[in-house]
């Protein structure tokens, strides 16, 4: 099933907020998608069409250091927190 740009660019809306709302913690894109009820691929999809347009940032180590091997955490874009934090 084919989801329109349309829609896709609400849904990407959607995690932006998400992200703004648990900003400067970095959420996993497992957690992203159970809070959003959406595929795990389909928002991994987004967000990395989201970090093409600097608009989130993918973390790719843990607290020690150590490179994830499968998982993926994600942070707000300081340019997209500061536009969100202009509209509060």
Known sequence: MKI??????????QILLFLFSQSPKA???AHIARELARDEEFIKKLLLELEKKELAVQIKKNNEGVDYSR???WRLSTKAYDAY????
């Open 4 to 13: 329109s740009k349309q829609k896709e660019d609400k849904i990407s809306e």
């Open 27 to 29: 959420i996993f894109t």
């Open 85 to 88: 934090k202009k509209l509060q």
């Open 71 to 73: 998982r993926m955490r």
